[in-house]
């Protein structure tokens, strides 16, 4: 009855609320974030501003939206079931939370079309949702003509008080601000809530003052719960300024319409509970049943469909005009679009003999990406400041800045974290750019989170990591990985490849960019010093994961086992102990995902189970080599922290050298 | 010649600068950074206001100071030298960046007694920096009397473009804005350059006004290359701004002297050069040989031993007067220097029997948290935003907020690098408290930049990591984690314990508490989901890292290898097998890095070579068990991401039971 003084919008935000309310309830589980301070700007978003096609998830030119408190996932649900998605259904949103559902307890892009990006982990999204934009800024610079705007969309993205606390989102927006990120929206849900209580006991900060320290365009809506005119004004604003990324901040009440508990962190942290599930109906007058929408609403959201079909038509009558005035650029995009990569790409990964010169394979890759720059026209990237150390530029390309956005090196200053988020985010722009980020393996550490999420939410990256073992020498322990390479391989779905000459660079590239067109990361190990070209390394032996680059007749007594910059000191050790008349094998183990995933047969055919004398070399942690060696085999590792001095004087004090893998070697064969 | 028209000041400063420019050049070592343009605010800094006794560099009220920008290294090691530490000789100088020297290539303080942490990755001095200001905050809160001061330190800290680029720096310092902490001062090295070039291409922010929206005290000195009046007006105003951390902007120029290379990229990333050199002497006028200093220069900074004598001297009257009129505050500060723990303190440590209630590892962490917290007055920590979920509250011990800084329960706030970085800071006060941090065990990968310099700097911290499975349930994949314990396991000098139950929950936090007094960090993994209490777990067992805690007649058949919540599995397991007339050890192993700190007789008592069947039962990835399990073993793991549903359904769903493991088991058995 009370249902009757309700206007058409409040209709649709509070089936937005109940939604997840009952969902909620439903699936009784903690941390599920009640949408209901959040669901007018949502709803006016998403309503009157988002252009998208429910009915095809993927269209090209959609706005991106990206929900950053990604606890807050029932929001997302609820629109998606309200405006049509094919991938949200009421039975998904009943099962909220349940094995095999699409509603995840956060949104996962792998596992919901529609879903944009992986959050949950929070001020991920907001940094993702800084890649979406430098890809669109990107896109659109490159490929629209004067006459012709092919790629032109927004990116917006909800975000929280937590996101806005952690480090993450402080870089990725110091860089969108620096960058002039025009069509990047963010609404800033104030609530002062996180989940141990009120704000007011760990965050103070003038968050807008904040922002516009950056350089954002920083807006407020003073009454976020019923205001929907001023959110509406503000969202137009935002689209009014163009050479500044804008920040709407929202205040809400957390918990909205609950009587007893909103404006708690109760509401953030647990289902309201059956009685104040009952309560918060009647104080928002609504009396349908759980899981009921109200005609008018759905049909109301339902209009999306619609206009999105429209939208998308719209959209392909310009495109069909581009294929035709611009057939060269139109192929270009179709291609990138379709994920194919050009024929006959690989052709110019070069391959080297052991007369060639050597150089590190930070060097190889700096020669592999500036090969591949011509052909790839999708490779986009750059190193958190250390561009001359990592020898990532692609020369000739130029800088992407605020007015040269068509550029593809990428300056992400000092701020590993925001790199990969942001790296993530223009990998899942689904536009098939391949972006890559680089610093010193070390530094992984300061972006684990989003390698983790690479590989989780199948956003294909390239981590360019050099400097990659206590071989760099005077930076001393804090810089040096020794642990680094060991807890990158533990990661799922990342493959790891630590090349051991110029051709096993080559054959790195290969994977990657091959990886990154099936949604995989792929994180390189390059060294800083240089290393010499092997006689039997090779680009297909890198694709296996492991393979045999010196062997003996027969049977070999011992299999020396090396990655990286030590194949070469078990080929010069295996060259002395064959001297000697010993029957020895050496193995290259770039990547030991890749060998994981070959057949038993190849397996066995390069560490036969019968060869149980196996030294493993590598210049980090023994952690996980076991797996190789086994129970009667050994490793030549580093199980400590390094030091400062030249590189080779770390190498030689820590055992790695010619000798003491023949003195070993000798201990193994008794 | 040109010298002569040198004032005193400016003999020192260039002292300081030559220092530094020979040792960079002897050592040819890339990344040196030149302290020309920071060279005069240290110098007014250490000359005219830092309190510290060169000849006892622990003494216990000294001022701190931290270089955050620590690739500048020589600048501290110089001042070092000239004021007159032991630690730092002119051959440590002639030796930088060698094998075995005292003058590391980044500042590190368990190399150079007298340098307070480690930095070098950016953004973490700056952060440590709010942790030694916290923790003096909190001792003088609790021991200064209205009659005797006996805390009463500055924290200062100097700090570069980089390490405020860095997220970790982002989210310390809006804490340390939160929080008052009037005796941190900052001294922001403002050089418009790094290492990529000029910051212009990266870090255009107004990052003043960033600082001032965080809560801080903001000032500008516009020529800290000459003008060190202005530099010196500037801290005694921001020492007069008691209520708020105080940054000062220092303008300057990056590699100041030199002729062709100042404000260049060039002074960052490598030596001057020969000539360059030359040509910097001539410029700066200084016609000494490489490290030679003026004797005026010298026996000006010397001064600071008498005046340091005397600093402690007087401190020490303090502390007399203190120990008689405050007996027992007094006996407890010098227990916490001593680095001793209270007699019998580990007596409060409940153990458990099987009816015991089962309850989650993170509840009875709480239990020995609260049971500690009275007989450890130096337990001081908290959680980023989760207190309710990692159950981390010291009950009755109030929040460390401004003007509380007398209490115990820290707030971070969702800034699990800042807490990381501020607890190693708390550890390496030196005073003997024993900081503790806590989130999710997945959000290690947030902090494990610090956590990793946590083993490194032997900061004493105790990490509580909470919902260490897929066990946690509906937040799903971007929740659970699964390669990250053994990611952990892989830093060296980090202790990391995932105890099965309420007895190995107090076994943990007795080494816990250990290891910290000796310098030594500590990761606890704990459960989200209730654990049954064991009847063979003990805490001496977790001391040693894996023990028997049910075992069989004889030589077992098979021994099931468990940690955490998968001992309980493994216990039913072996139960159901032994009825079936099968020989089973069950060992818990809670701790790797203990367990390999046995000797070898121990190894073999519980792990005996003979027994060659072995499952590993861990609900996280294979990786690296191979090590216990040899060639002949096998593990239920997990090794991909895992899913949204309730915890129970993904134990489950990936094996986690009873059946499975005994049929894994009967497999082995064959």
Redesign the interface.
Known sequence: MVVATQSLEELCINSIRFLAVDAVEK?K???PGLPMGAAPMAFVLWDKFMRFNPKNPQWFNRDRFVLSA?HGCMLQYALMYLVGYDSVTLDDIKNF?????RT???P?NFETPGVEV??????QGISNGVGLAMAEAHLAAKFNKPDLTLVDHYTYVILG??CN???????AC??A??LGLGKLIALYDDNHI???GN?E???????G??F????WHVLHVEDGNTDLAAIAKAIEEAKSVTDKPSLIKVTTTIGYGSPNKNNTAGVH?SPLGGDEVMLTRQNLGWNYDPFVVPDDALAHMRKAVERGASLEAEWNKTWAQYKTKYPQEAAELERMLSGKLPEGWDKVLPTYTPEDKAVASRKHSEICLNKLAPVLPELIGG?A?????NLTELKGFG?F?KGSYQNRNL????????MGAICNGIALHGSGLIPYGATFL??T??M??AI??S??SRAGVIWVMTHDSIAL???????QP??TI????????LTVIRPADGTETSGAYKVAIENAKNHKPTLLALSRQNLPNLAGSSIEGVAKGAYTVVDCEGTPELILIGTGSEVDLCVKAAEKLTAEGRKVRVVSMPAWDLFEAQDAAYQESVLPKAVKKRLAVEAG?S??W??YT???GDSISI???G????GN??LE?FGFTVENVVAKAKALLG
Chains 1, 2 share one sequence.
């Open positions: 699936a589980s903690g941390h990604g939370r349940q094995w095999g559902s995840p307890g956060h996962e992986t959050t949950g982990p929070l001020g008080d937590g606390m952690e480090g993450v989102s402080g870089e110091s860089l601000g620096h996180s989940i141990d704000t006991i760990s965050f103070t900060e003038d968050v003052k904040r516009e320290a950056y350089g942290g190193s400041d250390l561009t001359h150390s800088d800045q300056r992400f200053g000092v701020r590993e974290h925001g070390v530094f550490d300061y684990r989170a983790r999420l590989a989780l020498g005077e930076d001393g322990p804090t810089h020794v642990e060991a807890s990158l391989r533990a990661i799922p779905n942690v952690f996980g076991c797996r086994g129970s009667e199980d400590r922290f030091a400062s001095a030249p004087v770390c004090k």
